[in-house]
């Protein structure tokens, strides 16, 4: 068989979602499109649900170390920008969640409180690693009543958003060459790959104080790519 075009398989179906977390007594989030209920619920036992997740990520760190994560279902209306901050900054260093509507639930981890969906505590069962990425078997222990809104997908986050995937995740494709009409170049955000490509706005004409509507870097973050 020939290698499988990564085009190809954008073709499976992805949601988006916000992975609370916590270092010890800090909470902490990210952004991930790899979360599928793999059991239903029954009177013995809890549903079941799988996250998938790369080793390199921080909030997999925190994860293996406290074994307990919640779900936070985005929707259409969740911000950008609230994807962008939990997206493409490093929790290490970073308060992610400082401009970041949210709760603390009594187990420590936060969910997102940003137009979401409904939200999933869960504690972890059983991980298995492969390739570089963690997938978790969790089950779920608490969660919301009742959902609301539309379920923002992966699609959704690229089409209509002009969204794009941190390196270390799955779907991460490197940025098309869309070139600015006015000066015959493209101008890529170094942090998330957003592309500017308003063919009718040259990047220069940009106000100075314009960030990337996915990440909120300033202009100075954006390269020329020629």
């Not at 499976?12 to 599928?36: E, F, Q, W």
């Not at 997908?153 to 006015?182: C, I, M, N, W």
Request: proline fraction near 7%; charged fraction near 20%; aromatic fraction near 10%.
């Amino acid at each position: 068989y020939n290698t499988v075009k990564p085009l190809v398989l954008g073709n499976l179906s992805y949601g988006m979602y916000a992975i609370g977390v916590k270092d010890g007594t800090r909470p902490n989030a990210c952004i991930v499109n790899t979360v599928m209920q793999i059991s239903k619920a029954t009177p013995a036992d809890a549903p079941l649900v799988a996250l998938a997740m790369s080793k390199q990520n921080y909030s997999c760190q925190c994860i293996e170390k406290e074994g307990i994560f919640s779900i936070s279902v985005l929707s259409e209306d969740t911000p950008a920008t609230v994807i962008g901050a939990l997206g493409f900054v490093s929790g290490r260093n970073a308060d992610k969640l400082e401009n970041v509507r949210h709760k603390v639930l009594v187990e420590g981890v936060p969910v997102i409180k940003e137009n979401t969906c409904c939200w999933f505590l869960c504690r972890v069962k059983d991980r298995m690693e492969t390739q570089g990425r963690v997938v978790f078997t969790a089950e779920i222990i608490a969660g919301s009543d009742v959902a609301v809104g539309t379920p923002m997908t992966y699609r959704y986050y690229v089409e209509q958003l002009g969204g794009a995937s941190p390196k270390h995740s799955p779907t991460y494709l490197p940025p098309e060459r869309t070139f600015d009409k006015s000066s015959g170049e493209s101008f890529v955000c170094s942090v998330c790959g957003y592309v500017y490509s308003d063919p009718n706005f040259g990047f220069e004409e940009l106000p100075a104080d314009w960030t990337c509507p996915i990440c909120k870097m300033p202009k100075k973050a954006f390269v020329r790519k020629k």
